[in-house]
């Protein structure tokens, strides 16, 4: 099993959509949540943390479930600029530092 | 600007001839690592250091190597590629904080072995 799971996609949406995408983590002794966008194959940079009460960042909502190892990520009125690969990670504290285990990512594509 | 710079960004090289791949941080983080992306598999980590003269191995550490001898640098090295380390590869320096680790990654660097 991979210690962070999330579906390939590609979820093809129209502007303006509600999509959500989902993450499981395998480990639970797992401390910390994020989702990163990568762009066609360029870096990949933060979007959000991710945390227990649930957060939000203009039209993203990210939520977790500690005690079912869920993630989510909720975007509002998709905009094209939206069209990425989205990734679930999760961070365990490792030899003093902090392993990131990323998902393979769920690829989104915005249409007119 | 906070930053972390690979080079080279695009490299074709044959079987068994060694490579280097550099990486730069102006952030002075101490954790910095280094990753392969693969289709279907993601982002894997390779090697990682915690700080200088301290490394270790990650998921997929076979056939690379690596040192820092500086806080800033962390080159990644093939020292016999072979075509199965084709690969884009990506250099991570990390900003420490719980929920709030952040990391930075380079621009990437696209390698094939042939």
């Known amino acids: 099993r991979k210690e962070v799971e999330q579906d390939p996609g590609p979820f093809n949406v129209p502007e303006g959509a509600t999509v959500a995408f989902n993450c499981t983590y395998s480990?639970?002794?797992?401390?910390?949540f994020f989702w990163y966008r990568q762009d066609c194959r360029k870096e990949p940079k933060l979007l959000m943390s991710v945390y227990s009460s649930g957060n939000e960042d203009g039209r993203f909502t990210a939520q977790l479930n500690r005690a079912s190892q869920y993630i989510s990520l909720l975007i509002r009125d998709s905009k094209l600029s939206d069209s990425a690969t989205y990734l679930c990670?999760?961070?365990?504290?490792?030899?003093?530092?902090?392993?990131?285990?990323f998902g393979t990512g769920t690829q989104l594509k915005v249409e007119l | 600007e906070a930053q972390v710079t690979q080079n080279p960004r695009y490299l074709i090289t044959v079987t068994g001839k060694k490579l280097t791949v550099t990486c730069s941080q102006n952030m002075n983080h101490e954790y910095m690592s280094w990753y392969r992306q693969d289709p279907g598999l993601g982002l894997r980590q390779i090697y990682y250091?915690?700080?200088?003269?301290?490394?270790d191995k990650g998921d997929v550490p076979e056939g690379y190597k690596v040192s820092r001898k500086e806080k800033r640098n962390f080159p990644l090295i093939l020292e016999s590629p072979s075509p199965n380390q084709t690969s884009l590869y990506f250099c991570?320096?990390?900003?420490?904080?719980?929920?709030?680790?952040?990391?930075?990654f380079g621009q990437g660097t696209r390698l094939t072995v042939v």
């Open positions: 990670v999760v961070s365990l504290s490792a030899g003093g530092g902090n392993k990131l285990t």
């Open positions: 480990n639970s002794a797992s401390q910390s």
């Open positions: 991570a320096s990390t900003k420490p904080g719980g929920a709030n680790t952040e990391a930075f």
């Open positions: 250091s915690m700080n200088v003269e301290v490394t």
